[in-house]
């Protein structure tokens, strides 16, 4: 069932709506289970546009088989998405940075607070992001250090590559994840492969593994099928590889790949005088789990991740 759960008048006759498609049993008891699948908040995100597609079709298909609640909303930030915009038109801010938001505060707050009223109670949300046009990423959860205890495991169920449980900043504290996990409502954030792209494979493994994870919780009646271990950065380190100078970075490796200490991961080229300014090398053996997509690159821009040790797995 489709419903709008916000909707705001704009100028020039323009309407501002947030919708979400909402599945649920007939029966809905104090017991019943809600989950929320939300993707869109950066408009240049499209990754999880296909996720959402590929889960309504399940759902569509298999009335019989819902038995929680599961709410997808694809476009928290629609007028972004329409115009493949990661900030929220107009105001130019990002929406990740607004929350929780107030309801008399400036339009993108309000937003934000429309989200938070309408996703609290969910008893998981999961937050679907794309990186952004410069970083292509390995489908990864991010969970701050502080909710590892809680997160990790239900993050284990979605069988994705890694989880990158990270020192939580100050800046987080405005995103969705932190407002929605400060109301109760167990919330993951995923990022994976590059923006402005669709990467189907990642889309349709993501997909697997969130009914995966639905079927672990009993929100749908689905037999658990068996999903790989997730490499965890809990026991590792990841390493960050910056440009030292300006120019044109042209990798020499494929994303997600193992590589040795000392093995070139690119080259930063320039193409007037016909020179290699910088050759990046790997300060580590590790999983190459980001490389830069964008290849125009200034001092300091980074241009791969690499996770040291990545055969010591979470069990
Ligand atoms: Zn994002």
Redesign the pocket.
Known sequence: MIEEVFSVKLPVEETLKLKRNRFNPPDITRSTKRISIVTG??GD?LEGQYVCYLLVKWLRENPTKIKGIVDIYPSMNPMGIDSIN?LFPFYDVDL?RTFPGHTADFLPAQVASAIVETVRGSDFAIDI????IFLKELPQIRISRSNAHDLVPLAEKIGIDFIWVHDAVTVLESTFSHALNSVGTKTLVV?MGVGMRITKEYGQNLANGLLNFMAHVGIIDEPMRPCKTSISTQNSEVHFINASEAGIFIPTLEHNVMVSKGEKLGEIIDPLEGVIKESLLSPCDGLLFTIREYPVVYEGSLLARILENPFEVNE
């Open positions: 908040t950066h995100e990661r990740n992001h794309a990186s952004n990022e």
